[in-house]
């Protein structure tokens, strides 16, 4: 049992008899002490409820007393004092001290709105307001009956209304918290011209005079930016002040409002905006809400006068939860609740039948309570003496509620808070022919939520895919046939799907049959059912040039012939200027439909000046040098070169000249321009008298 204060006087006869206190036992002279008070506290968690129900009795009293709760999460080293009252028959009664602007506590709380026909103090929060500047006059913390008040809220207006408490009022208002009554500061009501009061909200002051900036106090903690301003809040904490009388979501909206501490308490609500980084979701200089024992900042009052339906409902709930001394002998402490998340879903079996397309699983989980530790602190009304009770533990379990589930083939799904079903089996009506994952959080009846179970599934599908080749080149109107081969050779799903990438290009069929379309480059790619590629590069060139030969007569000749045809050509010019044959001249084929009989063009070996073919094949290079050729037949061919073109020719010219090269000709790239298509010329060595280049 924790020390027990206790001061009695003893009178027996005419004698007063002196005695002396030591921590754990009285003694006296010869007299029989008064009895000992007893403070007893028993505590009851009710799962279903979510809350611990308190109950205690003071035995051996010899005067009334009023109580305080103290608790602590199990895990937690430091006790605070919690609400202890708010009911239909112990109401809490709150003084609003507001800057002589800003009275619309009254008004919030206990005027009938869409949400409660009593107000958003729920028919439980009765509210008496007073002037600051009366107040600081006359700072009576009583009401019209001579009872003190349970609560006192300060502000709430901008800047307070550039006021604050008096030394005197102060010294009251410390008092009052001292005895353990609640005290909630609205925005700017505790600041740094009168701060003497921060100690007990747990809230401290930048050193640098500059609010703002983000400057570094003691311990490198910092406020936000002014930029961070926000209307935009978020819940942190769970527990009572957020759940209890009113449910508080998670996104909160309040008119536009900021902070100027750094808070050191428990810090319940914070500003959230769309620029804030993870680290000032942490930043304790961000708080919009902070609690420390019987005391509270929230950030009310600075758009003077206004206020959400969120903002009301959180301003009820923290009145309640500051009411913190009671004359009562019960409570249900709904600050108790189970906020423990269950524990990480076990996954015991996965079945994924593709011939009835079905997913049956099976898991299990179990709920992990929140356990909390609680004293009772009594206090004589007569003389103020002190009995604590010992220290109780309750367990606050409200079990399983359900399971959140995902199937997908994503490896990081988390699902919604939405209990998917509340059974450890469950059937989905799909499979899958590809690996997949099962995701699975479980859900108490408190709204906590486990840790995610991500368990990948394995299907024995297509390993890998192959092409029997991966190049392939083709001309326009032209087919191949690809091969895919698919391991291992027992894959449950050996369907392939072949693409194209521009099938404008080539296309290709189910069977992999490829056709050519028109000149270009495209890639072929086969896909199995669980996503394994393998790929052919194809390429598609014209089966067609357009020659033009130059006569020795000035004349040109124009012919569209197949490459085979022109490499015919090309290959009898080189034999037949090198002597391996006496033949002198060359019939062409020509290309013709299927209606016509084939064209034959003959020409002859010495007639020919020179030839060029259109050509795509040209690279775009800066070309700085001129080559003047002057020809046979008088006539003259400039070309633009670059330098290493220029070598180039000036080599073959050298090593033609000298039999040391079969090469009867030179093919100079030329680009094209505004009046004609790239072409290569094909410039005859016999046909060439001299050169000059410039």
């Not at 699902?415 to 059937?427: A, E, F, K, L």
């Not at 009898?572 to 060359?586: E, K, M, Q, V």
């Amino acid at each position: 049992m924790k020390t027990k204060r206790i001061f009695s006087t003893l009178i027996i006869a005419a004698f007063v008899f002196s005695f002396t206190t030591t921590t754990n036992n009285v003694s006296a002279d010869t007299t029989t002490p008064a009895s000992t008070p007893q403070l007893d506290l028993t505590v009851t968690p009710n799962n279903e409820g979510n809350y611990n129900d308190l109950k205690w009795n003071m035995s051996g009293a010899s005067q009334d007393y009023s109580y305080k709760l103290y608790s602590k999460k199990s895990t937690d080293t430091q006790f605070q004092t919690i609400p202890c009252k708010g009911t239909n028959t112990d109401k809490i009664h709150v003084l609003n001290i507001y800057p002589d602007l800003g009275n619309n506590l009254k008004g919030w709380m206990e005027t009938s709105n869409t949400d409660d026909i009593n107000g958003y103090g729920k028919g439980i929060i009765k509210v008496d307001e007073i002037p600051l500047s009366t107040f600081n006059s006359n700072p009576n913390i009583k009401d019209s009956n001579g009872n003190e008040y349970d609560v006192i809220m300060l502000g709430s207006w901008d800047s307070n209304n550039s006021e604050g408490l008096n030394a005197t009022s102060e010294a009251v208002v410390e008092s009052f918290i001292k005895s353990g009554k609640g005290v909630l500061f609205g925005h700017d009501s505790i600041n740094q011209n009168y701060s003497n009061l921060d100690n007990y909200a747990n809230v401290k002051f930048p050193s640098d005079a500059k609010l703002y900036t983000g400057a570094a106090v003691g311990d490198g903690r910092t406020i936000l930016s002014p930029g961070s301003t926000t209307s935009n809040l978020t819940t942190v904490k769970t527990g009572l002040l957020v759940n209890f009388p009113w449910k508080i979501g998670n996104n909160l909206s309040v008119p536009v409002t900021h902070n100027s501490q750094i808070s050191y308490g428990d810090i319940w609500v914070r500003f959230t905006h769309k620029s804030y980084t993870a680290d000032d979701m942490i930043n304790p200089g961000n708080f919009y809400l902070s609690t420390w024992n019987n005391t509270g900042v929230i950030q009310t009052g600075h758009s003077n006068g206004q206020a959400t339906s969120d903002e009301q409902k959180l301003l009820a709930n923290t009145l309640f939860y500051l009411a913190q001394v009671t004359d009562q002998t019960s409570w249900d402490d709904h600050k108790g609740q189970d906020v423990d998340a269950p524990s990480k879903p076990v996954i015991n079996s996965v079945t994924n039948d593709t011939f009835k397309n079905q997913i049956s699983l099976n898991y299990s989980s179990t709920d992990n309570g929140s356990t909390y530790d609680y004293y009772v602190e009594a206090t004589g009304k007569n003389d103020g003496t002190k009995v604590d009770s010992d220290t109780k533990t309750g367990t606050v379990t409200t079990g399983i509620a359900g399971y959140s589930i995902v199937v997908d083939q994503n490896s990081d799904t988390i699902p919604s808070n939405t209990i998917t079903t509340t059974s450890t089996n469950y059937t989905l009506n799909n499979s899958y022919k590809n690996d997949f994952y099962v995701h699975i959080a479980a859900i108490d009846k408190a709204g906590n939520i486990s840790e995610v179970t991500h368990q990948k599934v394995s299907v024995d599908n297509a390993t890998n895919i192959a092409l029997n080749k991966t190049t392939d080149n083709l001309t326009v109107g032209a087919n191949d046939t690809l091969t895919a081969t698919i391991t291992p050779t027992d894959a449950v799903d050996k369907n392939v799907t072949w693409t194209s990438s521009d099938p404008s290009i080539a296309t290709v069929d189910a069977s992999g049959k490829i056709t050519a379309v028109k000149p270009g480059t495209v890639t072929v790619t086969a896909t199995t059912d669980n996503g394994k590629t393998a790929s052919c590069n194809v390429t598609v060139e014209n089966n067609t040039v357009n020659l033009t030969l130059f006569m020795q007569d000035s004349t040109t000749r124009q012919y569209t012939i197949t490459k085979d045809e022109f490499t015919k050509f090309t290959n009898w010019y080189n034999l037949r200027a090198n002597g391996g044959t006496f033949s002198d001249s060359y019939t062409f084929n020509l290309p013709v439909d299927a209606s016509s009989s084939v064209i034959r063009r003959t020409v002859y070996f010495t007639t020919i000046e020179s030839f060029e073919i259109i050509s795509d094949d040209v690279p775009v290079e800066e070309r700085n040098t001129t080559l003047t050729l002057l020809m046979k037949n008088s006539t003259i061919r400039k070309y633009s070169l670059t330098t290493s073109e220029v070598n180039n020719f000036n080599n073959w010219y050298d090593l033609r000249s000298n039999n040391q090269t079969l090469q009867s000709y030179y093919i100079f790239n030329v680009p094209a321009d505004d009046f004609s298509p790239a072409r290569k010329d094909y410039v005859l060595f016999n046909n060439i008298t001299d050169s000059q280049v410039q």
